[in-house]
């Protein structure tokens, strides 16, 4: 390896109700009207409400936004622009998951220079400055907390990703405490696509490197550990923060070393059938191993002994299929509605993922991905 390039989040705080001590980071900011982005489902959960109050007792004034929807539009950008805007923002407190933070990320980016989004769609086109952010997740699985991309869905429903440093948040507050009453199969679906952000980091064909690489194994280490338990007691504190923390060690991986096929083939069946992302990622991952095994069995070896199984790839792809079979979650194609008539299409659809696809150990063609959702349907 002749040189790397890593970034990531200059600062994070993991502790049991960070998300109440906000107020502090905020001021050191300069942070003194926040827009909070979320959605309308955290607030009704009473999750929002605490974090106001104790922004509010610290002497801020918060601004609220719940109008993010899963795979957000642009039109939610705008409206939290808009809203932040009104208020006199000049700050940005991303709370919940994946959806909310990408919205967070471009509204403070926005708020601190305007710019329009079709000219800072992909790698490196947006301009700062932006306004002071603060990431807290609400689920352990995006890792969007510590990345620097964020996707929103085009008004021809096409998914367009802007990629930038700008992006990472200055603070990334993990709260496990925020998590305790996610649902068993959001908890699942979030749960195994972190494991898949760690797998498909340590097996990238471009940009793997040794710091990666660490972060990837330590994140499968906890995420191993904790999986089925936090299934079995969702109230389970201590599964939790490993949850949220392996979560954030496989954004930080996957973020400078970047996904590959289990992703770019989860994409068509999340866009046709409207499935969740973690979800689709899961359906296609032991196919995407088995097929991937010829070009990286010596780096899912390892992974597997360093789980404290044997040194071989097929007992790590074995590990993977067993945890994903304990998930209360759907277990092929079929039970989300894909059909044998479906499968020319989203290989078709799959192989225009390339940013994606490049990453990937093998070269995989259109039979390729037709043959892999056939092995998943």
């Known amino acids: 390896m002749s040189g790397f390039d890593f970034a990531t ?12 001590r906000l107020a502090p980071l905020l001021a050191g900011l300069g942070v ?30 918060a601004v609220i936004h719940d109008g993010v929807r899963a795979d957000p539009p642009e039109a939610d950008l705008r409206a939290a622009v808009e809203v932040a805007r009104g208020a006199g923002a000049d700050g940005v407190i991303g709370l919940g998951g994946g959806s909310s933070l990408d919205v967070a990320k471009l509204a403070a980016l926005l708020l601190g220079r305007d710019q329009p989004l079709s000219a800072i769609y992909g790698v490196g086109l947006a301009q700062g400055p932006r306004v002071p952010l603060i990431q807290i997740p609400t689920t352990a699985g995006t890792g969007s907390e510590v990345t620097p991309v964020a996707i929103l869905t085009t008004p021809d429903h096409q998914k367009a990703g802007v990629s930038s440093p700008l992006l990472l948040p200055d603070v990334a507050v993990l709260d496990a405490t925020l998590t305790l009453g996610l649902p068993s199969a959001i908890t699942a679906m979030t749960g195994v696509d972190a494991m898949i952000h760690a797998i498909e980091a340590f097996t990238s064909r ?9 972060l990837a194994i330590a994140a499968l280490k906890l995420l191993d550990r904790a999986i089925r338990p936090v299934i079995q007691d969702g109230r389970d504190l201590e599964a939790r923060r490993a949850m949220l923390q392996g979560s954030m060690l496989a954004g930080m991986a996957f973020a400078n070393a970047p996904v590959a096929a ?38 899912y070896a390892e992974l597997s002994a360093t789980l404290g ?5 097929s007992a790590f792809i074995d590990r993977m299929a ?7 979650m759907a277990q092929r194609l079929s039970d989300v ?41």
Do not use: W
């Open 32 to 61: 003194r009207r926040p827009l909070i982005v979320t959605d309308a489902g955290l607030v009704a959960a009473g999750l929002v409400a605490p974090v106001v109050e104790a922004l509010v007792a610290g002497g801020l004034t």
């Open 206 to 214: 471009r940009l793997k490197n040794p710091v990666s690489d660490s």
């Open 262 to 299: 289990a992703h770019a083939l989860a994409y068509p069946i999340g866009g046709l059938f409207h499935q969740p992302h973690g979800l689709t990622t899961s359906l296609m991952l032991t196919p995407v191993m088995g097929f991937n095994a010829p070009a990286c069995g010596d780096q």
């Open 337 to 377: 509605g894909v059909a044998g008539t479906d499968l020319d299409r989203m290989a078709a659809d799959a192989l225009k993922v390339q940013r994606l696809l490049i990453n990937n150990p093998r070269e995989v063609t259109v039979d390729d991905a037709r043959t892999l959702y056939a092995q998943a349907l």
């Open 309 to 313: 199984g044997a040194a071989t790839a």
């Open 322 to 328: 067993a945890i994903i079979a304990d998930m209360p």
């Open 9 to 20: 989040a200059p600062r994070i705080v993991s502790e049991d109700g960070a998300a109440l």
